[in-house]
């Protein structure tokens, strides 16, 4: 659904041939291999990965109002976006790689879950038919990546596997996702995914000589799925843009949201042998703001070795700093905020009518 427009780049006078030459290259293709491969890589997946920070996903009510799309984004900074490179470069990993693991392992914070499952879209353009790269035409492909998130792993060691299973599944891009849905063995009409990562790669190298040059000045998309997050690199700096129902998701849940994928992705860059349970998702800012609730307890309640967090979080009447401690408990015992909701005591009147929560 995005458009692969190259700027300055030569195009193909004649595309007739490379386009003859991609389907014939196509019917060459073994679906039953890719089928074989995709019942593989998918056995066991039961549901598409939930998103627990959807509207009253604690109660499983849908919420009310008409739904519509709106964008946000955030802007890494400069030191950040070149340890990133820096990491993907000395290791021989792709940024796409880089930031799918960074992805994956804040889906599986928000939901619990130690397997996720979210789709890409792919270049589908085979570097085996020649001038396929040259030639003006939509070629690509949305497939899904799975993804799991064993905590005793290195991000380093873990993001190269995923880079080995990425280069693995480039052999059966061509795969029609209504097949690969299919192959899952999901029952007809249930997701496999709800979220969609794209790294968009525009080379800069300009040819002034050619006959015809495009400038992209301005893209629109528009995505079918919950959530679509679209990541380029400008100027030394990334840029990850989110699209979002609007019926679905609180625009704050989404500002949280990038907040902890920037915190995941600098602590994967400044620490690339940390262990995946070493990694937290909140923000320092939301880590300080948490550490002076908690300062502010009684001296009694500080002195208390038995303190109940649980406890404690049903008291806050904060809704915004209940979530906060709701989500840093959550991590500490392994459960998804969810979880750790359904085993607290039940909140005070205050904060279940809370205006924050609606």
Known sequence: WYGALSRGRRLDPAP???????????????????????RETLHGVEEATPLSIERHAATGTTPSGASGQEE?????DAEDTRRLHALAKANRLTLNTVLQG???LLLGRYTGADDVVFGTV??????DVEGVEGTVGLFINTLPVRVGLPGQSTALGWLQDLQEQNLRMRQYEYSPLGKVQRWSGLPTGVPLFETLFVFENYPEAKDDSA???IELTRSEERI?????????????RLRVTVQYDTGRFEREAIERMLGHLRSVCSQIAREPEVRLSGITVLTEEERQQILRQGNSTTEQTAADTDFDLSAYAAGIRNAEERELLEQLVAEVQGMSPNDFQARTPSASPAIET?????
């Open 354 to 358: 809370s205006d924050d929560h609606e």
């Open 72 to 76: 946000l984004d955030v802007l890494f």
């Open 224 to 236: 079918d799925y919950a959530i679509g997050l679209v990541a380029t690199v400008s100027e030394d």
């Open 122 to 127: 792919v270049s589908g353009r085979p570097a």
């Open 102 to 104: 960074c992805w994956a």
């Open 211 to 213: 006959a015809l040059r």
């Open 16 to 38: 007739a041939r490379p386009y003859r030459d991609y389907v014939s290259w196509l019917q060459r293709q073994d679906l039953r291999e890719a089928e074989e491969y995709w």
